[in-house]
């Protein structure tokens, strides 16, 4: 069983920033795409960033291009997800997500809330 340790979620007001980490086995963390996703209350889970193994190639989704970084931290085996200029539908469960050509694995989900 693939275990990842998510933190960094929490309440902020709009505009304001966060930082998700998830820290991933070794094994896992060298050599898979790792991502963030979210899951909005009522909505289906979206993808929001990635970053491939190498960390050469990041993709956004739209909606956060220009505010989120994803980023690796190889030292610690940990993906980040810096969050800047918050909005409120920003809110959701952030999940750590790991994937390859057969497999993919999640976080527990970190809850993000952005409210004034």
């Known amino acids: 069983q693939v275990q990842f340790v998510e933190s960094g979620g929490g309440s902020v007001q709009p505009g304001g920033s966060l930082r998700l980490s998830c820290a991933a086995p070794?094994?896992?963390?060298?050599?898979?795409?790792m991502g963030w996703y979210r899951q909005a209350p009522g909505k289906q889970r979206e993808l929001v960033a990635t970053?491939?193994?190498?960390?050469?190639?990041?993709n956004y989704t739209d909606s956060v291009k220009g505010r989120f970084t994803i980023s690796r931290g190889n030292a610690k085996n940990t993906v980040y997800l810096q969050m800047n200029s918050l909005k409120p539908e920003d809110t959701a469960v952030y999940y750590c997500n790991a994937k390859d050509n057969r497999f993919q694995y999640w976080g527990q989900g970190t809850q993000v809330t952005v409210s004034s």
């Open positions: 970053i491939t193994s190498s960390g050469d190639r990041a």
């Open positions: 070794k094994n896992i963390f060298n050599i898979y795409v």
